[in-house]
C-alpha cells in the first residue's frame, strides 16, 4: 500500500476529505483495527485455556467479549474503505500494525488473563480516543460519531473484567 494511503484506481472510493486528514484517520483506523483482531485472538485464546473455579463465568464473559470485538472489525475496515482507502490485507499485515502484545504462555492463571485483557481494552479505548481526535481534526463525523460506541464497549469490557477480579 503506497505510504499516503491511496488505494489502487479500482477501489478509490470517492470522498470529500483532504488526503493528509483522511491518511491520518486512516492510520490511526487501521492500527486499532490490527489491535482489534490481536484482542480478539488472546481472548479467544484466555476463553478456550480459563481454567479454576470461575472456570464457567469467566469462560462465558470472554466468549461474549471476543465476539463483541470480532463484530466492531467489519465496521471499521469498511469505515476506511468510506473514506476512501485501503485496509488490512493480512495477518502479517495485523502483526506489523498491532500495538496489543500476544500472549504465548502455555499456561496464564485467570486473574492474569482477567487483568491483562482489562489492561489491552484500556489501551485500545486510548487508540479509539486518538481516532476521534484525528477525526475530529478532518471534520469527519461519521468516524468521530461511530468510535464513541467503539470506545463505550471496549470501556464496558474492562469494566466487567476489572470487576470479574477484585476481591470482596
Known amino acids: 500500500m503506497p505510504k499516503d494511503n491511496s488505494p489502487a484506481p479500482e477501489l478509490a472510493t470517492p470522498t470529500d476529505l483532504r488526503r493528509n486528514d483522511r491518511s491520518k ?3 490511526a483506523l487501521n492500527g486499532v483495527l490490527a489491535d482489534s483482531f490481536a484482542l480478539f485472538l488472546k481472548t479467544k485464546n484466555f476463553h478456550w485455556h480459563v481454567s479454576g473455579p470461575h472456570f464457567r463465568d469467566y469462560h462465558l464473559m470472554l466468549d461474549d467479549q471476543a465476539a463483541q470485538i470480532l463484530g466492531t472489525t467489519d465496521d471499521i475496515a469498511e469505515r476506511v474503505r468510506k473514506i476512501g482507502s485501503t485496509t488490512l490485507r493480512s495477518v502479517g499485515d495485523i502483526t506489523r500494525r498491532q500495538s ?7 499456561f496464564v492463571p485467570p486473574e492474569k488473563m482477567l487483568k491483562e485483557l482489562r489492561e489491552d481494552n484500556l489501551h485500545l479505548v486510548e487508540a479509539f480516543r486518538n481516532v476521534k481526535a484525528l477525526a475530529d481534526d ?3 463525523n461519521a468516524t468521530s460519531g461511530i468510535v464513541d460506541q467503539w470506545t ?8 466487567f473484567l476489572f470487576e470479574a ?3 470482596s
Not at 496489543?100 to 502455555?106: G, K
Not at 463505550?152 to 469494566?159: I, K, P, S
Open 25 to 27: 484517520v486512516v492510520d
Open 100 to 106: 496489543i502484545r500476544d500472549n504465548d504462555a502455555e
Open 138 to 140: 478532518a471534520k469527519d
Open 165 to 167: 477480579t477484585r476481591k
Open 152 to 159: 463505550d464497549m471496549a470501556e464496558r469490557r474492562a469494566w
